[in-house]
């Protein structure tokens, strides 16, 4: 019960509002610890999926998958980089297929053919993309790239940003390439899981602050339509503690986050607004007792004949004529 009313007190308290009390308040601290439970929530029914994913990078599956992209480079094929000049030894165009293992997901359907077509011999063109069904296409000076979400092609200059010195591309530098980056990006991931709280802490203790910038405005005109002028920094201040609410918002946005349709567009400032109007009530309704009238003696012989000249104003009358 303590909880609940404590809870209730941190929603909703006019008078720390109303007297200013909150300008003179731990403002950090408050908004700190206000973010400390916020992230802890939020990780909290985030651990299956982190599990699920720290599974994946350390099972033998990852392996697997190394494996499967180090077997794409063919045994013999050395490609030659000079001053941005590409160069083969193989005959081209010279295609390197999509794994067959990678085409059983959902998605394997609509994969192109090859992931990689090396052709020296003319500049890459758009339709290149679908005759030769490929993603990737290496041309002499250039490294081409079909992005089938948008429907576009980009094409990078490789002579442009190549360096003096020149390279051969074997299977055995490819190969060596991939185990170490393989390796790096394992452990960088781990690390990120490890460190995913604090990061997320950051995040939000940064992004919040940077929204009050502009829900100051609003707290500001909740706070004027109730009659009470606040400067633009207490109206900020005044927002780091109104942030509960829109914040448990926030939250089911996240439990819910499955769900495309939950989170609706300025609905977080709407419940800030609201909140702003809840704790800055009119002035009336503060609870203020209105002044009770103290009867006296004279006050009641007053009324008294006040009522007898009411009841009976044709004895008054004849008195006066007599």
Not at 83 to 95: C, D, L, R, Y
Not at 125 to 146: H, N, Q, R, V
Not at 287 to 314: F, Q
Request: hydrophobic share 45%; aromatic share 14%; proline share 4%.
């Amino acid at each position: 019960m303590n909880i609940l009313q404590s809870i209730q007190r941190i929603i909703q308290r006019p008078k720390f509002f109303t007297s200013l009390e909150f300008v003179q308040g731990r403002t950090i601290r408050f908004y700190s610890l206000l973010i400390l439970i916020f992230t802890l929530v939020s990780v909290a029914i985030s651990l299956p999926g982190a599990f699920r994913f720290v599974e994946i990078i350390t099972s033998q599956d990852w392996q697997n998958q190394t494996s499967i992209i180090i077997e794409l480079y063919p045994d013999e094929l050395e490609i030659r980089f000079t001053e941005g000049i590409v160069s083969t030894n193989a005959e081209e165009p010279f295609a390197i297929a999509f794994p067959e293992s990678w085409r059983t997901h959902e998605e394997g359907a609509r994969m192109p053919e090859n992931i990689l077509v090396i052709d020296t011999m003319k500049s890459i063109a758009l339709e290149d993309f679908a005759t030769k069904k490929t993603m990737l296409i290496l041309g002499k000076s250039t490294l081409g790239f079909w992005d089938e979400e948008e429907s576009s092609v980009s094409i990078y200059d490789l002579e442009s940003k190549a360096e003096s010195e020149s390279f051969v591309l074997t299977k055995t530098e490819y190969a060596q390439f991939i185990a170490q980056a393989s390796s790096v990006f394992q452990k960088v991931l781990l690390i990120g899981i490890l460190f995913l709280p604090v990061f997320l802490y950051i995040a939000y203790w940064v992004s919040y602050l940077v929204y009050l910038l502009f829900g100051a405005c609003i707290v500001w005109i909740a706070a004027k339509i109730r009659g009470y002028k606040l400067s633009y920094k207490n109206a900020y201040k005044a927002g780091l503690y109104l942030l509960p609410i829109p914040l448990v918002y926030d939250f089911f946005v996240v439990l819910l986050s499955d769900f495309p349709h939950v989170r609706v567009p300025f609905l977080f400032t709407a419940f800030l607004f609201a909140m702003t109007l809840r704790n800055f009530p009119k002035e009336n309704t503060l609870g203020v007792v209105a002044p009770v009238e103290i009867e006296t003696a004279s006050t009641e012989a007053v009324r008294e004949a006040e009522v007898t000249i009411h009841d009976s104003p044709v004895e008054v009358e004849t008195k006066e004529k007599k």
